[in-house]
T-cell receptor, first 110, second 114 residues
Framework: AQRVTQPEKLLSVFKGAPVELKCNYS??????LFWYVQYSRQRLQLLLR??SRESIKGFTADLNKGETSFHLKKPFAQEEDSAMYYC????????????FGGGTRLMVKP | NAGVTQTPKFQVLKTGQSMTLQCAQD?????MYWYRQDPGMGLRLIYY???????DKGEVPNGYNVSRLNKREFSLRLESAAPSQTSVYFC?????????????FGQGTRLTVV
């Protein structure tokens, strides 16, 4: 079975502070991992994917297979980063389930 | 290009009533998914369809049925609604060809069962 765990339901930081949203997973194989974001009144959308290893809106995430983690980080949070963040996992085979974690609400205070 | 379209956006049902949530995508994606979103529970997979003609149970399938009508459409049916099914429902689609990995979501259906 595949599972994604986001231990923090709410993370509140001040503008300019570093942010780390935690994600742990379990999967018997090599997973494909993603971070999705849902801004207020908007659709859920892809933020980044582990394989691309790129920075989107200042966010980065590194896959740690030893710790089975895929934490999302940003060195300096901005107020516009306030949103719901979901970590997601899929197998590499076509048509695999896409499983989401419980989500973390990030609040960036001015 | 509409992406993923869900109908209706809002619905109130009485306990025991039935309804079907409709979802259609215009991106020629093979895979489609139905999720429910509850506070503190995140997105939980109800059913998914890897390709036209196939459907599989997700994490929370009880009380729901699905139909993959064709490649574009994937409907979710509640045969006898219960208050525990009050939730926001999201449909998503995802391609399975090389280079396709992003899931695209509908705007959601807010369902209240009283």
């Amino acid at each position: 079975a595949q599972r994604v765990t986001q231990p923090e339901k709410l993370l509140s930081v001040f503008k300019g502070a570093p942010v780390e949203l935690k994600c742990n997973y379990s999967y018997s194989g090599s997973p494909e991992l993603f971070w999705y974001v849902q801004y207020s009144r908007q659709r859920l959308q892809l933020l980044l994917r582990h394989i691309s290893r790129e920075s989107i809106k200042g966010f980065t995430a590194d896959l740690n297979k030893g710790e089975t983690s895929f934490h999302l980080k940003k060195p300096f949070a901005q107020e516009e980063d306030s949103a719901m963040y979901y970590c997601a996992l899929s197998g590499w085979n076509a048509g695999n389930m896409l499983t989401f974690g419980g989500g973390t609400r990030l609040m960036v205070k001015p | 290009n509409a992406g993923v379209t869900q109908t209706p956006k809002f619905q109130v049902l009485k306990t025991g009533q039935s309804m079907t949530l409709q979802c259609a995508q215009d991106m020629n994606h093979n895979s489609m998914y139905w999720y429910r979103q509850d506070p503190g529970m995140g997105l939980r997979l109800i059913y998914y369809s890897a390709s036209e003609g196939t459907t599989d149970k997700g994490e929370v399938p009880n009380g729901y049925n699905v139909s993959r009508l064709n490649k574009r459409e994937f409907s979710l049916r509640l045969e006898s609604a219960a208050p525990s099914q009050t939730s926001v429902y999201f449909c998503a689609s995802r391609g399975t060809r090389t280079g396709e990995f992003e899931a695209f979501f509908g705007q959601g259906t807010r369902l209240t069962v009283v």
